[in-house]
């Protein structure tokens, strides 16, 4: 794999339909887990596959910075829960080292959290349980209300009807209430006005969840292994016919029986990569009902520790805690001070324009209001910018309201018999993460084939 001018897209033989073009088997456009899960299962089975991709590095969302020695996970950080995860088993395989790290999915509980009170002093551990027991008692109204809500609702309204079954006080209602709008940010990057009410359907974690601490960013390169992949090669069109696909970019045309095309679906939506004849029902239905979100991690290292010791986590709860309100704690992971907050929905949205020094001072004055002066100047601010960049245009995609689950599933329906989109959007049971790029990579690549394939076969075969 390079980027060198051989690795370009060569134009050889004549085609019927347009311009001359290298002919593959199958042209897959976007090198993230799904297109590189796809790639390989395809190559294992003796297709020639050509991968191309716009960055100049593989990966797409599971990206490592590894800037003066730091290993900062800007994409992907987490397994959401590791029994049955072919992630897991990918990883494992590949001799990956993981950390456990069980606070992933804005759980209220089950492992330490320094919880913080509006007032900004710390609730006792009575009061923090009180709490937790409050959020546990509201999910379970909360599952009543989406089971039951009209098409057509928000995660916001069910979450009203839940509450209002509960007959709570107002103080203790408004934590809860808020716990959930929290919940809505930072699990989809979006306001839970905006998110359907089955929008955290997928939201349950089987088992621990885990962290990599030499980067996520090793999946990708050893999934990449042995494949023909094409950096900095941006399609801009993909056309499909009866008998094949033509997919044209920056460098030129491929020619294909079948094509698997992985970009996510704020790129498709934005037509910065048009498709020829346009996608037909129900791919293209369900294509408008998911929307890319906004979703920055901020991540604030220093010389010293100043917040408890043996805490996965610090929440603070109030009006005052309405952007910044959670942090995590990846000391352990590196050694070095770090906490990692996140900018999700309306607060990802104000801060876009703002410097990472900004973004940083905002984030430092509520940490000030918890721990007074104890707070250091951070040595490094880092600020991430998924909405800005072209070849993700947000961090993942979320349901809008009137959505239903199966349109993610949807999206994946072949087109033509030549046609794949493939995608953390396309997976109904666990989408928005790397599990649902993988399964989808794989799911492609049986339907290429037309036939079943054991996953396993992405960490046991070569490509
Ligand atoms: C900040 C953040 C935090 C996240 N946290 C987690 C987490 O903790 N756990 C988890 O499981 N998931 C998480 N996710 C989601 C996860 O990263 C994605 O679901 C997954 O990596 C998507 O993989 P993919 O292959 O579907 O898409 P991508 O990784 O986006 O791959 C698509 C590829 O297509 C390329 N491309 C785009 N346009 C073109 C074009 N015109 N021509 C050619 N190539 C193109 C892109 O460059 C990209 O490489 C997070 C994502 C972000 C951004």
């Known amino acids: 794999m390079d980027i060198t ?12 339909d347009g311009e001359p073009a290298e002919r593959v088997d199958v042209v897959v456009v976007g090198a ?17 596959v050509v ?31 590791v029994d049955d995860s072919p992630v897991a088993a990918a990883a494992a395989a590949f001799g990956m080292a993981t950390r456990e790290f069980t606070v992933g999915s ?53 979450a009203e009807t839940a509450l209002a079954t509960l007959g709570w006080d107002g103080e203790r209602t408004e934590r809860v ?37 030499d980067g996520y960013d090793r999946l ?59 996608l037909p029902e129900p791919v293209a239905g369900a294509l408008s009902r998911l929307e890319m979100n906004d979703f920055e991690k901020v991540f604030l290292r220093f010389d010293e520790r100043f917040w408890e010791p043996d805490v996965y986590a610090i929440r603070r709860q109030g009006p005052g805690a309405h952007w910044w309100h959670s942090w ?28 990472p020094e900004r973004v940083g001072d905002a984030v430092l004055a509520e940490l000030r209001r ?27 995609a979320f349901m809008t309201v009137g959505a239903r689950p199966a349109d993610h599933d949807l999206l994946a329906t072949p087109v033509g018999g030549v046609l794949h989109l493939a995608g953390e959007a396309t997976w109904t049971d666990d989408p928005a993460t790397v599990t649902a790029a993988l399964r989808s990579g794989h799911r492609a690549a049986e339907n290429v084939l037309g036939a079943d394939v054991p996953i396993d076969e992405l960490w046991t075969t070569r490509a």
């Open 51 to 81: 991968v191309l991709e716009a960055r100049d590095r593989i990966g797409g969302r599971t990206c490592t910075d590894r800037t003066d020695g730091r290993i900062t996970d800007l994409g992907a950080s987490w397994i959401h829960g």
């Open 370 to 396: 918890l721990y007074g002066d104890a707070v250091p100047a951070p040595t490094h601010v880092q600020v991430t910018a998924w909405r800005a960049d072209p070849f993700a245009r947000g961090s993942y």
């Open 106 to 158: 804005y759980q209220p509980d089950s492992r330490p959290i320094a919880y913080y009170a509006p007032d900004d002093r710390r609730l006792s551990d009575a009061d923090a349980r009180r709490f937790t027991d409050d959020v546990h008692t509201a999910d379970a109204a909360l599952a009543d209300a989406i089971a039951a809500a009209p098409a057509g609702s928000s995660y916001d309204d069910a």
């Open 328 to 355: 995590y704690d990846l000391t352990d992971l590196h050694g070095t001070p770090t906490l990692l907050t996140f900018a999700a929905g309306p607060a990802a949205i104000a801060i876009r324009d703002w410097e």
């Open 220 to 278: 990708a390169a050893h999934l990449a292994d042995d494949l023909d992949v094409r950096l900095q090669h941006v399609v801009t069109e993909v056309r499909w016919h009866a008998s094949g696909v033509r997919v044209t970019g920056d460098r030129g045309t491929l020619a294909g029986a079948q094509a698997v095309v992985t970009v996510p679906v704020g790129v498709l939506a934005a037509g910065d990569l048009t498709i020829d004849p346009p």
């Open 177 to 213: 209430r808020e716990f959930l709008r929290h919940r809505s940010e930072e699990q989809y990057g979006v306001h839970s006005t905006r998110l359907d009410a089955h929008g955290l359907d997928d939201d349950a974690v089987d088992g621990d969840e885990v962290v990599f601490p």
């Open 32 to 48: 993230g887990v799904a297109g590189l899960a796809a790639a390989r299962l395809l190559a294992a089975r003796g297709r020639r």
């Open 5 to 16: 001018a051989e690795n370009t897209v060569a134009h050889t033989a004549g085609e019927a």
